[in-house]
């Protein structure tokens, strides 16, 4: 099918691959079952190349678009990324805090030590109150230069390199609770940066002076994953889309008895200047959590948002049910695609 798509769907229970096709989508392949996918990665120029990082167990990469998997790194792996300039770099972040790097397409691992040439007093607050140790929630690589990375922590704050991960400086200032989700910047940008939070959301012209709230227009205080659209025209802002939760995980079991997100999804159209809630017409409250918004990868007014009825930061115990929603207005409604999943915890999505 021309145009069509292939998603790959991490859940609590293994990853999905899912397939567009002119009668809709289908389950394609289960793969890694049984296991916690917390974080997937690929690049668009090889969309058969995908990295699945399984909380508890190590990285798993396919070469032929999701039919066969091997492992190729041992670890409790939380995020992925793939260099948007050289697909053939490769970042896994790890519990407790770790960053490796391969520079061969993910057939082989190093560790990038100079993480622990950091100070005393920066360490300290890698910490969780899950586990007792923090994790690399999210990795940025920056798309007009390979060497600016950032370091979302789960606790801990944000680090910047901006020289390929040989040495690190903390960029958290302004963060009064370092639980970091997703640190970003506007796509090809190096004037606006974005960061969402357990506690809020928050943006920077240069983070090394310290960040600022953009909240205005939100009716939630718990920020997760966003994404941007490609601008609709020549000198527009990007569109902006972020999941977001009233509270954070431990206050969902709300005091008359239900265990709620209480989720929701909004839009900005001018960088975070403004919020306006989206998708109306989903059920009030949403009780599952948003975990994860990506982009369409062919269609610039599409993204997907995956569901599911799990704490996402919590990579163990049991899950519930899991969606994926697609919409195809920039966020303004949603559907579901009908294909029956566990909770889902992260999005890939690449042409099939």
């Given at each position: 099918m021309p145009g069509s798509v292939r998603l790959y769907a991490g859940t609590h229970e293994g990853l999905y691959v899912l397939r567009e096709g002119s009668g809709g989508w289908r389950e394609e392949a289960v793969h890694l079952r049984g296991?916690?996918?917390?974080s997937i990665g690929g690049s668009l120029k090889r969309p058969e190349r995908v990295y699945a990082g399984v909380a508890h167990d190590g990285v798993y990469r396919t070469v032929d678009a999701g039919r066969t998997w091997s492992?190729?790194?041992?670890?409790?792996?939380r995020s992925i990324a793939v260099d948007p300039g050289n697909d053939e770099v490769v970042y896994a972040g790890m519990e407790p805090t770790q960053?490796?790097?391969?520079?061969?397409g993910g057939r082989s691992w190093r560790e990038v030590t100079s993480l622990f040439d950091m100070p005393e007093e920066v360490r300290d607050n890698w910490w969780s109150p899950v586990s007792g140790v923090g994790h690399v929630r999210s990795?940025?690589?920056?798309d007009e230069d390979s060497n600016l990375l950032c370091l979302g922590l789960e606790h801990g704050g944000i680090i910047r390199s901006f020289d390929g991960g040989q040495s690190w400086d903390d960029v958290s200032g302004g963060i009064d609770y370092l639980d970091i989700?997703?640190?970003a910047s506007v796509p090809g940008r190096f004037d606006r940066y974005f960061v969402s939070s357990a506690r809020g959301f928050f943006t920077a012209s240069e983070p090394a002076h310290g960040w600022?709230?953009?909240?205005?227009?939100?009716?939630?205080?718990y920020f997760h994953d966003f994404v941007f659209l490609a601008p609709e025209s020549e000198g527009q802002s990007p569109t902006m889309l972020i999941a977001t939760a009233d509270k954070s995980p431990g206050y969902w079991q709300r005091p008359e008895g239900v265990y709620s997100a209480r989720a929701a999804i909004f839009r900005s159209d001018d960088c975070a200047e403004s919020w306006r809630r989206v998708a109306e017409a989903q059920p009030e409250p949403i009780d599952a959590m948003i975990s994860t918004l990506i982009a369409h990868p062919?269609?610039?007014?599409?993204?997907f948002a995956g569901v599911g009825e799990v704490s996402r930061g919590h990579a163990h115990g049991e899950a519930g049910r899991g969606w994926v929603w697609i919409t195809r207005d920039r966020g303004d409604t949603w559907r579901d695609l009908g294909v029956s999943l566990p909770a889902d915890r992260v999005l890939w999505a690449a042409p099939a």
């Open positions: 296991g916690i996918v917390d492992k190729t790194l041992d670890g409790d792996v960053l490796y790097r391969s520079d061969d990795i940025f690589v920056h989700h997703l640190v600022t709230r953009a909240e205005n227009g939100f009716t939630r205080d062919v269609d610039a007014n599409s993204a």
